[in-house]
T-cell receptor, first 121, second 116 residues
Framework: GAVVSQHPSRVICKSGTSVKIECRSLDFQATTMFWYRQFPKQSLMLMATSNEGSKATYEQGVEKDKFLINHASLTLSTLTVTSAHPEDSSFYIC?????????????????FGPGTRLTVL | SQQGEEDPQALSIQEGENATMNCSYKTSINNLQWYRQNSGRGLVHLILIRSNEREKHSGRLRVTLDTSKKSSSLLITASRAADTASYFCATDALGAGGTSYGKLTFGQGTILTVHP
């Protein structure tokens, strides 16, 4: 079945460095992918919508210059946390909507990646 | 902003008992989904119910949707210790023009603990 992968699964970095997280759809193409962030004991918060061939759309309060998103192909979106600081430590999860029918309309389901745990020292 | 609100925030039951979690939301939706998350792990999709559906079953799971009250419930019957996890509802809201793009808004979640 359709699967979404993320790499790396875990990363520890020093404050001030940049970290790139990859999200891949393995069995299907995704013109849109979503990036979420989850702080400990909290729910998932949507950060941005990654669009293949165009700029990402960011949710209110999310700094686009800090969280760079590139949707390089129909199966790959990357999130780069630039100049990471300890407050950026979180669980980052991507998802890709999956369409069974090709006639447009709403996606039939979402596939989530396994997440990337970022710890900034 | 979090559209979905869930209650209870935490639920502790004995194995074999049923667990019911509720979710409320605020806007018109295309569908509502329930997810499970084990501690520190990724999300597992449990069930999706569309706005024109009222009830859906999947194994030991039963989901209801009341669009007039903008609420949904997830019932897990005959619970097992392995059901211990956090459960989230997520809504796929209708945007301008009545379209949906799959952007999900998550509730705060219910932490379910099933004691053996």
């Amino acid at each position: 079945g359709a699967v979404v992968s993320q790499h790396p699964s875990r990363v520890i970095c020093k404050s001030g460095t940049s970290v790139k997280i990859e999200c891949r759809s393995l069995d299907f193409q995704a013109t849109t992918m979503f990036w979420y962030r989850q702080f400990p004991k909290q729910s998932l918060m949507l950060m941005a919508t990654s669009n293949e061939g165009s700029k990402a759309t960011y949710e209110q309060g999310v700094e686009k210059d800090k969280f760079l998103i590139n949707h390089a192909s129909l199966t790959l979106s990357t999130l780069t946390v630039t100049s990471a600081h300890p407050e950026d430590s979180s669980f980052y999860i991507c998802s890709a909507p999956f369409y069974i029918l090709t006639s447009g309309g709403a996606p039939d389901t979402q596939y989530f990646g396994p997440g990337t745990r970022l710890t900034v020292l | 902003s979090q559209q979905g609100e869930e209650d209870p925030q935490a639920l502790s039951i004995q194995e074999g008992e049923n667990a019911t979690m509720n979710c409320s939301y605020k806007t018109s939706i295309n569908n509502l989904q329930w997810y499970r998350q084990n501690s520190g792990r990724g999300l597992v999709h449990l069930i999706l119910i569309r706005s024109n559906e009222r009830e859906k079953h999947s194994g030991r799971l039963r989901v209801t949707l009341d669009t007039s009250k903008k609420s949904s419930s997830l019932l897990i019957t005959a619970s097992r210790a392995a059901d211990t996890a956090s459960y989230f509802c997520a809504t796929d809201a209708l945007g301008a023009g009545g379209t949906s793009y799959g952007k999900l808004t998550f509730g705060q979640g219910t932490i379910l603990t099933v004691h053996p």
